[in-house]
């Protein structure tokens, strides 16, 4: 049994300030009392459906207040959060909900139109839309107590964060109750957040760092400001200095858009005081102009990934110069050490796998035992990135042990994408992997071996794969080989392939803009 | 003139096509998600480089970008 859980510190919020703002969307503005009601009440409504404790329920939304009142309602109910990214296209989200086992797919009726009809033929019949008004009119009393609120063990299964990979392989990230309520409990330590505090999110509520933005920010009884795209810079700019945010966070891609597409001196924001980053390096050189652009706010890099909840690392601020291009320390609860393929502790200073142990590591994959056992020394979790610790215990980032691609925040298993490139006729071979791009880290791409004969040119390609995937998976460059580099066995050398990479990206520098 | 570019440019570069009918002139790039945030940048780039022109800071607002409708008007009220 816990006595505390995400709703707890939640409710504990709306106890202390009910009159303050928790979310504010667009011309929408939810009080924190409000919020609670409206949680109380689809909680309510979706029990009455067959919700149990256990059931997955997959929300499908881009970030809105709906979001944030279907997610703890399932909290609430002690049912399984499954949160999809919102550009799934329909095979692939049929088969993540097949594979999660769903019993419901909650939405709030303002996907693309394409996006509605794919829905319609993959879960017809499982379809529940919060975006409707009158679901949420009900009285509840919002005291009434619900499943979620008071049987949760800190080992029962409260989200299932899936991340890209491939046909009939889908990876489902299992996270608890207690591997939520630690990592939260963690950065609000670290970063100090308080009930005043106002943060400006443009990060996606589906992936892991939205999400602890999300339940940090509300357990703390602070104030989320949700922007949902970046296309327009100046307009969040302006969204923030009109709210007068004191937080901003961010992956690379939003820290280089900010700064190659606006004049940050232009717009000042004297309230702010902690801007955040993790989800890839950020070059030292960006973060001392984003620092100088906002001199009074701390700037704090951090490090982690989905199977850890979120975050592993911080690097305190106060130390952002004499430590740069480090991802600093553990943060609370977590102990970290570098080891060998083995599974030996290597010496410090000497390169190897970052491996993790804490109570935010997560409980395994969804449905598949042995690739979650291969994540594990026995406690600890493998990161699957290579570094080392100095002296002082400061980890640095040297490499990737795995193929995974990282462009701006979203995470790409070159399989993924090699599949959909095969399916097509004509393609023989194909091998995907990261090229560097100055704005969003990596970007995708192929190299093609067509069959003999065959005539397919880069456009019927990408007009395959746009049907197919979101556009951020989309390769931008293809190249056209005779044959793919591979070992004896047969077995693709990516690495052969990105020894000498074309970087893209030029567009982007700043001479040109 | 800048019309038909502008189409060749969003269906060739985000739709991957020359079929016409998938984009409609006020189809809002950002609601329809033909575009996102580093596509814009690559919008913003062909104008500037394609029109010779300069896309100030402040004129990077949808009023101007988000649809070949708005993106004439603006390339319209560029060139007067």
New interface residues.
Partial sequence: MKEQTLSSLLFNQVQAHPDADAIIHGDTRVSYAELWRQISCLAVLLEQRGITPGSRVVLLMDNSIRYVVAYYALLRLAAVVVPLNT?LKGAQLSEVMGHAEATLLLHDGLL??GKTRELDTGVSGLQLNVGDAELLDGGVDPRRSLPGDQTLSDRSLATIIYTSGTTGKPKGIMLSAGNLLANCLAIIDYLDLQSRDRLMCVLPFYYAYGNSVLHTHLAAGATLILEN???????VLQRMAAEQVTGFAGVP?TFR?LL????LS?IPLPNLRYITQAGGPLAPSDIERLVKCWPQARFFVMYGQTEATARLTYLPPDRLRDKAGTVGIPINGVRIKIMDEQGAERARGDTGEICAAGPNTMLGYWRDSEASKARFFDEWLRTGDLGYQDEEGFITIVGRASDMIKT?DHRVAPEEIEEIIADLPGVEEVAVVGIPDS??GQVVKAYVVLAAGSVLDT?QI??H??LQCA??K?PKAIDFLATLPKTASGKIQRYQLLKSPTPTGK??QED?? | MYRDKLRSFILENYLFSEDSSLLNDTDSFLDKGILDSTGILELVFFLEEEFEIRVAEDDMVPENLDSVENLVKYLGAKAA
């Fill in positions: 550009g693309h139109d795209s970046l296309m327009y810079p100046q307009r891609s858009l190659l597409r606006c004049d232009r701006g704005l969003l456009r990408l007009r794969c746009s556009p951020y989309i567009m982007y040109n803009l």
